[in-house]
């Protein structure tokens, strides 16, 4: 697990170009998008461009921040920059594609094994695939048992979330899952409101998992 002590010393110069790591990965993300999915890309406008790789950069500045040069980092830059394209596919096609999930999941299983080797932290990777295996049959089982809009593509990305919450701790695991259910329950509120009482056959409740997910491991020592 990450040394705060380490993270706090991260200097400016690293922090600024983890950002900048952070948005050209968000732009090979983007271009992944098109070739892979290109039923999901779109025609992106430059606003839209110019905003993922803000978010992008933004994300991985602050993981910076929170990780400093902890091996841990650049899992945790991969969840930002995926995050930030699942986020806006789920937002405007409703779909949370496997392409993308799913190596969020491995890839990230991958480095954090690594990380694990490195620091000597066995336990913290042996915690987040719990944690994996826990999120994911929570939000199954209110898939199945409610009716509040979670599709099977929620299903499948709380497992890639509750890896790297897990991998954290088990308070930020709770937290994290918690607080995605909660938040896409708020979302799904507003649109209601938006819709003058007439709720969505769809919920894109992707973005509020990963916004909840993403603020714990920031603000969540």
């Known amino acids: 697990m990450s040394d705060p002590a380490a993270a706090g010393s991260a200097p400016l110069l690293f922090v ?7 948005a050209a990965l968000g732009w090979l993300a983007e271009v992944f ?16 461009r110019s905003t993922t790789a803000a978010a992008a950069f933004a994300l991985s500045a602050l993981l910076a921040l929170r990780f400093g040069t902890t ?12 995050g930030v394209q699942l986020a806006r596919i789920d937002l405007e096609h409703h779909l949370l594609p ?15 094994g690594v990380a694990a080797g490195v620091s000597g932290e066995a336990g913290s990777l042996l915690r987040g695939a719990a944690g994996a295996v ?5 939000y199954l089982f209110l898939a199945l048992t409610s009716r509040n809009g979670l599709g099977m593509g929620d299903v499948k990305l709380a497992a890639p979330l509750g890896l ?15 607080l995605g259910f909660v938040a896409g329950g708020v979302a799904s509120a507003l649109l209601v409101l938006k819709n003058r009482g007439n709720k969505p056959r769809e919920v894109p409740y992707g973005p509020s998992m990963l916004a909840a997910g993403m603020a714990v491991i920031l603000l969540l020592p």
């Open 98 to 112: 496997n392409r993308l999930v799913l190596p969020l999941f491995g890839v990230g299983l991958v480095i954090l």
């Open 134 to 138: 826990i999120l994911f049959v929570l």
């Open 16 to 22: 600024l170009g983890s950002g900048v790591a952070g």
């Open 164 to 178: 790297y919450l897990g991998y954290l701790g088990w308070s930020h695991l709770f937290y994290g899952g918690a």
């Open 33 to 48: 998008v098109r070739r892979a999915l290109p039923h999901l890309a779109g025609s992106p406008t430059a606003r839209m």
């Open 71 to 82: 091996p841990e980092l650049a899992a945790y830059v991969l969840l930002a920059v995926a």
